[in-house]
């Protein structure tokens, strides 16, 4: 049997949504190569700050560990973790393997979630990175369609039944000021991560207190300067042997809301299609059907709606983890965030990624807009008289939504935007 770490090509399961849906960037963000690099770069951080703080380190050791932060040998780590059944204490000794000098003082006085725990707070941190102008994109692209429809008027829809008329940018606008609620839950819940730091086998840094000789203030100092060569602005008082999983659940609760967005409005353009009145980008080779190739599938919207089922289902795994870990931590929690940490950031990616495309090249059909609208008048009130008070109405509350609320909240994205997120540690 191979080990794990050869696991690939076409004769093993892959994930989808890392092998045909999610973006590069965000499948390494959630690779080993990016995990384990920033493992070492964390006993990197460790030992710098032991060394400063005045522990025996000398700069040699520092140098070695410095040259070999890339320099991982995956097929001995996965050799040396199916002896030691511990994946951290199998990368301790692949590390040490190419850092002779340094071997004694890498992981000096931490414990395993001092790599792992932090890790993942540094990973949902560059993925919300990675999220946020995206999701900032495709509200600047729907905001520019609400403008360009602002003034078509269209039957509205109560329990999907004919009602009064509204315009096509104002329903856009329904959409734009659900993603800009999703927009401000995410880069809370990203501001307000904070680091596990430094803090021993069960919270009490007692290693730390151990290796400093009882001087407290120096185990305060390495934490916080760990914490900020991470990046961080504050880190965990208080914690367990892990961090909280209650983030877990702020994370992915503030996903799962992203998804039932896309969802309702991803079914809307669905319906909007079945009507005719709307339809999605469609490519010229593209065939809508094997057996009917002359359907029009809205197939972008159906893909965002399903993944966005997946996304909102993903909560219940750190609902159910937190619940489950008895005093300090229990290790019932490791496999389980393996899978939905990774998935629920890879999903948002991908159906934010699909509804960038959609929102670019949403085609309205005017005319069946229009033919439908004529239809229902005669129910409704005298046609010059609603036309005119729709097409005033809808105008001035989209420009009016537009630009006190949307353009103020795109403002700090506007640059990243235009550029392809880069990783950092």
């Known amino acids: 049997m191979a080990a794990a770490g050869d696991r690939g090509g076409h004769d093993s399961y892959r994930s989808p949504l890392a ?5 590069p960037e965000m499948c390494f963000l959630f690779s080993d190569k990016y995990k384990f ?7 990197l951080w460790l030992a710098e700050a032991e060394q400063t703080l005045g522990l025996p380190i000398t700069d040699e050791q520092i140098q070695e560990m410095k040259s070999n932060l890339d320099n991982i040998d995956f097929r001995m780590a996965a050799e040396e973790e199916m002896q030691l059944r511990h994946d951290v204490m199998a990368h301790v000794h692949t590390f040490a393997h190419c850092c002779p000098k340094a071997a004694s003082i890498i992981h000096l006085g931490a414990t395993s979630c001092y790599v792992g725990d932090n890790t993942d707070l540094i990973i949902l941190r560059n993925a919300f990175d990675l999220l946020l102008p995206k999701l900032a994109r495709v509200i600047s692209r729907l905001a520019d369609f609400a403008k360009e429809q602002a003034d078509l008027p269209t039957l509205g829809f109560t329990h999907f039944q004919p009602a009064q008329l509204t315009t096509v940018g104002k329903r856009c606008c329904l959409w734009i000021q659900d993603l800009c609620m999703d927009l401000q839950n ?11 730091g430094v803090k021993g086998t069960t919270g009490t840094q ?5 290796l400093f000789e009882g001087d407290d203030q120096k185990v305060e100092q390495l934490d916080k300067m760990v914490t900020e060569k991470a990046g961080f602005k504050r880190a965990f ?11 877990d659940i702020e994370v992915l609760s503030v996903l799962a809301s992203l998804g039932a967005s ?3 409005i991803c079914t809307d353009i669905r319906l909007l299609a079945n009507l005719k009145e709307m339809e999605e980008p469609f490519e010229k080779q593209q065939i809508g059907s094997s057996a009917m190739p002359y359907k029009r599938n809205p197939m972008r919207s159906e893909r965002c709606c399903s993944l966005a089922r997946h996304l909102m289902a993903l909560v219940m795994d750190p609902l159910q983890t937190a619940s489950v870990q008895w005093f300090e931590r229990t290790l019932d929690d490791s496999a389980n965030r393996r899978i939905c940490l990774a998935e629920a950031f890879l999903t948002a990616d ?25 239809q229902e008048l005669p129910f409704m009130a005298t046609e010059n008289i609603i036309m005119a008070m729709v097409k005033a109405g809808g105008n001035r509350q989209v420009q009016r939504f537009l630009e006190e609320e949307v353009c103020p909240l795109l403002k700090p994205y506007e640059s990243v935007m235009k550029v392809k997120a880069e990783l950092r540690l």
């Open 19 to 23: 092998s045909r849906y999610a973006s």
């Open 237 to 247: 008082i208080i914690t367990g042997q892990t961090y909280t999983r209650k983030v």
């Open 206 to 210: 007692a290693s730390f207190l151990q």
């Open 37 to 43: 690099r920033t493992w070492r770069q964390l006993w």
């Open 262 to 264: 896309v969802h309702k």
């Open 350 to 374: 991908t159906v934010l990624n699909t509804l960038q495309n959609i929102s670019e090249g949403l085609v309205v059909y005017p005319k069946v807009i229009e033919r439908r609208v004529q």
């Open 186 to 196: 995410l880069k809370r819940v990203r501001d307000e991560l904070r680091f596990r």
